[in-house]
């Protein structure tokens, strides 16, 4: 089953600085019908203007990963990590037993960003950030896991939870498959471009909630970005 939550449909709220989209219910925005899938609780399409940002804030007991879609994000945090992530590059923070951080767009030019929120395994681990680049050409024609809570993802950014975060690339006309198991949930936004998840049709920035299906076929009508969160 494929439910197709359309770019128009998503909540969310034009602060000026920050032009952010919600998939799921979040600070004012609530739907009971997209309150998480599975461990996926979060999943914000944010747009920061330049110069701008999100200043010193707490999380807890959460895994955060940001994808930059487009221009850069600053980060810096309580335990003394700062870093710089660039469009198609990821950062991966396991808020743990409590952080502080920033994330600040110190670039001349938008940045857009996917900040996905999934629910940790268990609580009471300390927290961690990392961040890590991705080339796109790495992952041309197929899912690479970008963060991950498996063992065997040895290439991924470590996450606390039975979940991956997969980034593909396709040119028009490719297909990419990733089997994802019956008894598991994914969710897939095409940063851009169309597609077609298992014959649905999907725009750039829409999202598809996808149960009960073995294999998630990706067709590309178009070039394409995608990301693909698969959670128990």
């Not at 996926?40 to 707490?58: C, E, K, Q, S, Y």
């Not at 767009?105 to 857009?112: M, S």
Request: no cysteine.
């Amino acid at each position: 089953m494929i439910d197709v939550r359309t770019f128009d449909s998503l909540g969310g709220a034009n602060h000026g600085w920050l032009d952010a989209k919600h998939h799921f219910s979040f600070a004012d925005y609530h739907d009971p019908s997209r309150v998480h899938h599975g461990a996926l609780r979060v999943w914000n399409d944010d747009t920061i203007a330049a110069g701008t940002g999100f200043p010193p804030h707490p999380h807890a007991d959460m895994e955060i990963i940001t994808y930059v879609r487009e221009g850069a994000i600053t980060h810096q945090d309580s335990l003394g990590n700062k870093g710089r992530t660039e469009a198609g590059d990821v950062q991966v923070m396991s808020a743990g037993t409590g952080i502080r951080h920033s994330e600040y767009n110190l670039e001349n030019t938008t940045t857009k960003i996917f900040q996905i929120w999934i629910i940790p395994n268990k609580r009471g681990e300390g927290p961690a950030w990392g961040a890590k680049p991705f080339p796109k050409g790495d992952r041309s024609g197929k899912f690479v896991a970008l963060a991950s809570g498996f063992d065997g993802d040895t290439d991924a950014l470590p996450i606390r939870t039975d979940a991956r975060v997969l980034g593909a690339t396709l040119k028009a006309g490719e297909t990419a498959e990733y089997a994802i198991g019956a008894d598991r949930k994914g969710y897939l936004v095409p940063s851009t471009g169309k597609v077609e998840v298992n014959g649905v049709a999907l725009n750039t920035r829409d999202g598809a909630a996808i149960q009960d299906e073995a294999v998630i076929r990706v067709k590309a009508l178009e070039d394409a970005e995608l990301v693909l969160v698969d959670a128990a």
